[in-house]
C-alpha cells in the first residue's frame, strides 16, 4: 500500500531552494514516528538533501538518470515512480516522502495521505498538489499543540482514498 506524507502550508507551499522552509519539531516527531520500520521513496533531489540516511528506514530514490550512483549506500535505485509502486504494492505500506514532484507523479497512486497542515502561507518554490475531495476524505484531524518552539497552528490531517 501506497501512502505520502508531506507538511504543507495553507498556500500548498512545502519548500524553497531545494530546503524545507520550517522548523516544526513536533512534525518531525510525527513524520519520525510514521515512517520508523517502513520503505521511504524519494525524488533524487530530496534524497541529495538529506544530510544522512534516516535511521531504521529503507531508501528508495526515484531517478531518469540510467547511471545514477546514489550519495549513500544502501539506497534502491528506480527510474519511474511506476516501477517503484509496483514493489511497494507488495508491501504493508511503503511512504512516498517527496518532493513536490514525487509528490504529483504518486498521488494517483496513494491510498492514505498523512498531511501535516500549517495554518499560515509561506513563499516557496515548490508545492504539494492540491488534493481532490472527491478522491480523498478526511479520516481523522488532530490539533497540534502551540508552542515556542513549533509557533504556528497546525494540524495532523489523515485523508483516505474513498472507496
Ligand atoms: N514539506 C515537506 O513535507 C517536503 C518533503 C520533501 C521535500 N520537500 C521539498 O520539496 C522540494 C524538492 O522537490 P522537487 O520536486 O524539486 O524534487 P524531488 O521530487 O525530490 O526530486 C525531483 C527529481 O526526481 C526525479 N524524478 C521526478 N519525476 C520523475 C519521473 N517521472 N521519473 C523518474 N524520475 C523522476 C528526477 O531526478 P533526476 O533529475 O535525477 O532524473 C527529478 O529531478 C524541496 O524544497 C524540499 O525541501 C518538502
Redesign the pocket.
Known amino acids: 500500500m501506497l501512502a505520502m506524507v508531506?507538511?504543507?502550508a495553507k498556500n500548498n507551499v512545502?519548500?524553497?531552494d531545494?530546503?524545507?522552509i520550517w522548523h516544526l519539531p513536533k512534525d518531525l516527531q510525527y513524520f519520525k514516528k510514521l515512517t520508523t520500520g517502513h520503505v521511504i521513496i524519494?525524488?533524487?533531489?530530496?534524497l541529495e538533501?538529506l544530510p544522512f540516511l534516516l535511521p531504521n528506514r529503507e531508501h528508495w530514490v526515484?531517478?531518469?538518470?540510467a547511471d545514477?550512483k546514489p550519495p549513500y549506500e544502501g539506497v534502491r535505485v528506480f527510474?519511474?515512480?511506476e516501477e517503484a509502486v509496483k514493489v511497494a504494492e507488495a508491501l504493508e505500506v511503503a511512504y512516498c516522502?517527496?518532493?513536490?514532484?514525487?509528490y504529483e507523479?504518486f498521488m494517483p497512486y496513494a491510498e492514505t495521505l498523512y498531511v501535516t497542515e500549517i495554518d499560515k502561507e509561506f513563499e516557496g518554490d515548490?508545492h504539494f498538489p492540491t488534493i481532490d475531495l472527491n478522491q480523498f476524505e478526511v479520516v481523522e484531524s488532530i490539533a497540534g499543540e502551540v508552542d515556542e518552539k513549533n509557533p504556528w497552528p497546525f494540524s495532523f490531517v489523515t485523508y483516505r482514498r474513498k472507496e
Open positions: 508531506v507538511a504543507k512545502i519548500g524553497k531545494n530546503q524545507l524519494m525524488g533524487r533531489k530530496t538533501s526515484v531517478t531518469r538518470q545514477y527510474h519511474s515512480p516522502i517527496g518532493g513536490a514532484q514525487m507523479s515548490a
